[in-house]
């Protein structure tokens, strides 16, 4: 019998184009060498152009899966991603604090690509309450950062500013994604207890991606199940999702999608 992989439980949305969402994070966490296990917070309508509709689930059907995998198997890390309502925010708020030990992986999704709405002000409040002070590290993007951090009638913050306050609220690190921001490169900002731990510069590629965020922090999820620390893991996955992304395809009238298996169709082709 072969040792069992890592275990990560990732809690998030269905996404039927497999762009983001829940089949995004199955793929990224299973191309680098995790069980993925899962919890469906809600079901979307959505393409690789945008989301049209949201069916967020119950709640105790919510907490009912993710205690069914629990009390069965051990797990090495969470990832969440989007939650769908402020009760489900509530029910796995919850669950993760009864495992303290358990590393916290947050991607808080306020919205899509295209600018879709995914997070209303009560569910934001919710997760600054309820779910950033259990997060081992959250990985914003630069918009994100910004709502996240600033608060009502606050001047205007930087991002070192809102992600020292994020910080403050509870959680030990902060990865800031620059994917939207206007700089020739891509440069992401990991932030811990003391300021900046490390900064990466990234080749911005052309075109826009569908699920770039999801494959980011799930892979986040997938190195520090293996052991990793903080700022050796996110090395680790910010080269995963690039090298994801310039291997990116267009299979629909949209956004590109990252190719979360490219090491095994470069394999095929030099067997080829």
Request: aromatic letters at 6%; charged letters at 20%; one cysteine or more.
């Amino acid at each position: 019998m072969s040792d069992t992989p890592p275990i990560v439980l990732t809690f998030a949305a269905s996404d039927p184009s497999s762009g983001a969402g829940l089949q995004a994070d199955l793929l990224t966490l299973s191309s680098m060498g995790c069980y993925p296990v899962s919890v469906v917070t809600a079901i979307t309508v959505q393409d690789t152009v945008g989301v049209e509709d949201i069916l967020a689930l119950d709640a105790e059907l919510v907490s009912a899966q993710a205690r069914a995998v629990l009390e069965d198997m051990p797990v090495a890390a969470f990832k969440i991603g989007m939650l769908g309502s402020v009760e489900n925010i509530a029910a796995i708020a919850e669950i993760v604090a009864d495992y303290p030990d358990v590393p916290l992986i947050l991607d808080p999704i306020l919205s899509s690509g295209r600018g879709d709405e995914l997070a209303s002000e009560e569910m934001l409040e919710a997760m600054l309450d309820m779910l950033i002070p259990q997060a081992t590290i959250i990985t914003p993007n630069s918009l994100e950062a910004l709502r996240l951090g600033q608060g009502d009638g606050d001047e205007e913050l930087d991002f070192s500013d809102c992600a020292k306050r994020l910080i403050e609220m509870g959680c030990e690190y902060v990865l800031v994604t620059g994917t939207h921001e206007n700089t020739p490169q891509v440069v992401n900002t990991l932030y811990g207890q003391h300021g900046v731990l490390r900064s990466d510069a990234w080749q911005r590629l052309p075109g826009s991606y569908h699920g770039s965020g999801c494959t980011l922090a799930s892979a986040l999820a997938a190195s520090i199940a293996h052991g990793l620390g903080v700022a050796d893991a996110v090395r680790e996955a910010q080269e995963y999702t690039w090298q994801t992304l310039q291997a990116g395809f267009r299979p629909g009238m949209g956004q590109y999608i990252p190719d979360r298996l490219f090491w095994a169709r470069e394999e095929a082709d030099d067997a080829d």
